[in-house]
Nanobody
Framework: QVQLVESGGGLVQAGGSLRLSCAASGRTFSSYIMGWFRQAPGKEREFVAYITGIGGSTYYKDSVKGRFTIARDNAKNTVILQMNSLNPEDSAVYYC???????????????WGQGTQVTVSS
């Protein structure tokens, strides 16, 4: 069982930056693929990025490549999403999630946080 708690969302102007954090409980954190997803009003939840447990390989949605960075600290059971050059299209509720294998499909992720709101003003 893994419990996830996100923090760091807020309101930022276009071109600005935010850093999201996800704190995980459990002693097997390093065994999980950790992902970030987002969901805007009226839209489906979409993949943003994931990072593997050991080795820290990463994968990003095309539209965030070069702007967002996912990283993890297995000793602290945390995963972060550094978001730079934000634009209004990035506005959404952001969720962190844990899965047993690498995937961009939300249905495969077993554990989810409650989400944190990111709003980018133009």
């Amino acid at each position: 069982q893994v419990q996830l708690v996100e923090s760091g969302g807020g309101l930022v102007q276009a071109g600005g930056s935010l850093r999201l954090s996800c704190a995980a409980s459990g002693r097997t954190f390093s065994s999980y693929i950790m992902g970030w997803f987002r969901q805007a009003p009226g839209k489906e939840r979409e993949f943003v990025a994931y990072i593997t447990g050991i080795g820290g390989s990463t994968y990003y949605k095309d539209s965030v490549k070069g702007r967002f960075t996912i990283a993890r600290d297995n000793a602290k059971n945390t995963v972060i999403l550094q978001m730079n050059s934000l634009n209004p299209e990035d506005s959404a509720v952001y969720y962190c999630a844990a899965a047993g294998r690498t995937t961009t499909q939300p249905l495969v992720y077993d554990y989810w946080g409650q989400g944190t709101q990111v709003t980018v003003s133009s």
